[in-house]
């Protein structure tokens, strides 16, 4: 297959994958109406490390395990299982199209404002002016102007996780020389797995086979669908069309994900959403195309 036809398809593949990745918020929305939470994120991860086997056989990469990469898988882990906990109740009390709009598009900025703080890294002109609109972004679609309603509702949810994915994505980075990413996401859902299995040991987790066909639709569309192959498409795109051209794609997310609630869960779309999130996207636009300006 020549360069062009081959970008092409990976193209497509993203497009889909940004498509399911939309869609994952909307599924989760119909689980929180159906089980608790425990129950629902060990069965989450556990299908997702059942759907990583055949990946694990397709890309036939020698496992290498170290005592570095092992600390990445630990430390992700345990961001991933907050992640999931905190988009539950976000979810369940708020809008799957704000909490995507909003985690999405947030959770870059937080990136950049971790790595600062963290790592004291520089940035220059045009990238503090991307990050200023940004948080005028972030101001608009949490609605800060009214700290109460802040508080009381699924927002602060919804930051907590873009901060929180922002650390998932430092350490995904920073894993990158110690273990293949396949490899990475795979045992970062077993362990998940078996830790939300001794929290949630005592709860019925047969319960779920007593759900009918929109549980299941829904539960397998999250783990499998949302998660492993959109993040396997994802990775395997970085690689042939470059991490910033890969990473434009995101910008799609947020609009299929308004898209399946309204179309899916009759949800309306809120102006403050799509007016805040659309800054804050500009300004992460803003941000990764002038990293190499001075």
């Known amino acids: 297959m020549n360069t062009k036809k081959e970008d092409r398809l990976y193209s497509w593949l993203l497009l889909l994958a940004m498509l399911l990745w939309g869609g994952g918020w909307t599924a989760l929305k119909i689980l929180t109406k159906e089980m608790p939470m425990d129950i629902i994120i060990f069965w989450r991860f556990f299908l997702m490390s059942l759907s990583f086997l055949p990946l694990l056989y397709f890309f036939k990469e020698p496992i ?59 940035i220059n002109k045009f990238q503090t002016i991307g990050l200023f609109l940004g948080l005028v972004g972030g101001y ?11 508080f009381n509702g699924s927002n602060s949810y919804f930051l907590l996780c873009a901060i929180i994915w922002a650390g998932v994505t430092i350490l995904s980075q920073k894993s990158t020389p110690h273990i293949h990413p396949v490899h990475y996401s795979f045992f970062i859902s077993v362990v998940a797995t078996v830790a939300s299995f001794f929290y949630a040991y005592d709860a019925d987790l047969m319960l779920v086979f007593k759900q009918g066909w929109e549980f299941w639709v829904s539960l397998i569309y999250l783990a499998v669908f949302g998660q492993t192959i959109a993040t396997t498409i994802f990775f395997m795109a970085s690689g042939k069309l470059g991490s910033q051209r ?27 959403i799509i007016i805040g999130g659309a800054i804050s996207m500009f300004a992460v636009y803003f941000i990764n195309s002038s990293k190499n300006r001075n």
Do not use: R
């Open 64 to 122: 290498k395990l170290t005592k570095k990469s092992l600390s990445f898988i630990a430390s992700s882990s345990i961001l991933n299982i907050a992640f999931m906990v905190s988009s539950f109740f976000g979810i369940k009390y708020g809008l799957a199209g704000a909490g995507s709009v909003i985690i999405t598009s947030l959770s870059p900025l937080m990136t950049v404002i971790l790595m600062i703080l963290l790592f004291k890294n520089h």
């Open 140 to 150: 608009i679609i949490l609605e800060l102007n009214d700290l109460s309603l802040f």
């Open 246 to 272: 890969t990473s434009s794609f995101m910008f799609l997310v947020p609009i299929f994900a308004l898209f399946s609630a309204w179309l899916i869960l009759d949800e309306q779309m809120q102006t403050h």
